[in-house]
């Protein structure tokens, strides 16, 4: 008996609903202007959140993706912390020692949670030369041979420093793209092709693959990776006008923490730090970045949102007023309906589904608008200012812009629909 009575209830439901949807769709054609008028403002209200939300999404995903090239399980051995503003207590780590070949080689020797070391130099601004063509501004990168554990490297011709040219400190390198194109311009084979850097003749043995800008630079395409003893022969590694660093990969099912307790360990042996001395040495890693950046972007989201929000509160009463004018419109059609036995609920389904399909179809346009607006923006970007950038309409926008639409228009539709359910038959079909 019970399932008869709810089957049959299932039945009445459905029945409203889809005499709803036909009499919304019917209102529809019977006005465009109105109608097209109403789904415009939900269109511009949707477009707008959907993109803040969208812009704030893809910028977090590209600066995120950006740094993830530092490598997610390696610890750097710098001078200045990543979790701070440098600003603050500037001359105190300033005056900390940087990290040294010698602090490499213990680290090399005596970690046994790692999978690689390696120290590296970064020396912006250097000139490099072949024959009349001249590279100016180019990233010298001194490094050991591990790197290539710590960083993965695509090469369009040749191969990888060898062993025995980082020890040896032989005059070799590896080349980005750009160096590549602008040293050897219409040269297809570069390789074992010579170029001068501080008064030094240094052989090509590989150029890596274009990887293009990305939305923070970080990219091989205008650098040069040479062994870090060739540039001891040109450059004091320990002098205080550069400063290397050390990057330590950790082992497979090594946890940071755990590998960061056995650096500090041995960083403060090799330094002679007495235990009631702090640490002159800072540990960073890219989930320091991460959180930072988990922060910042949450503010922007809800700041974006915020104004976003407007344009949809714009929108909504906008389908009020229209489905408030089409109550007043249509009174005497509600007053026949309910004197031939309409009920309140059938009523008010009619209009709420009418005004929830407004807002859907505005919705809708508006997310294909902002999918477009993808397209366009990442072209754009890539060809103005030659940047990789990723824009992209998430599945959780997608779902996001739908349920704000329903949303909306269930609020919107909801008190003009009230009162078109609770008008007096008589006295509707007599107005």
Known sequence: MILVISSFSMRIVFRLLRESLISSIQEFGGNKLRSFLSVLGITIGIFCIISVYSAIDSLEKNVRTSFQKLGENVIYIQKFPWNEDPRENWFKYLRRPSASYKEYKALQERLTLAEAVVIMLFLKGKTLTHGSNIVEDADLLAITQEYNAIKDMEF?????????????????????YNIAEQLFPGQKEVIGKEFTLMKRKVTVVGVLKKEGDDIIGMNYDNNVLIPYNFTKTFI?????????????????????????????????????????????????????????????????????????????????????????VSVKERTPIIGIKKALGARRVFILLEFLTEAVLLCLAGGLIGLALVFVESYVLEWLIRKVADITFIFELSAENIFKGIWLSVGIGLVAGFLPALVASRMNPVEAIRS
């Open 156 to 176: 369009t011709q040749g191969r990888y420093l060898s062993a025995s040219e980082f020890f040896s400190g032989a005059n070799k390198a590896v080349i980005g």
């Open 236 to 324: 004091d590694v320990d002098g205080i006008r550069v400063e290397p660093f050390i990057g330590i990969k950790a082992r497979e099912g090594v946890s940071s923490e755990q590998l960061m307790d056995e650096i500090r360990g041995i960083m403060r042996a090799v330094r002679k730090l007495k235990p009631s001395q702090p640490d002159n040495f800072a540990m960073n890693q890219v989930s320091i970045i991460s959180a930072a950046l988990t922060a910042v972007f949450g503010v922007i989201s809800l700041a974006g949102g915020a104004i976003g929000m407007f344009s949809i509160l714009v929108g909504g009463f906008g389908i009020a007023n229209i489905m408030f």
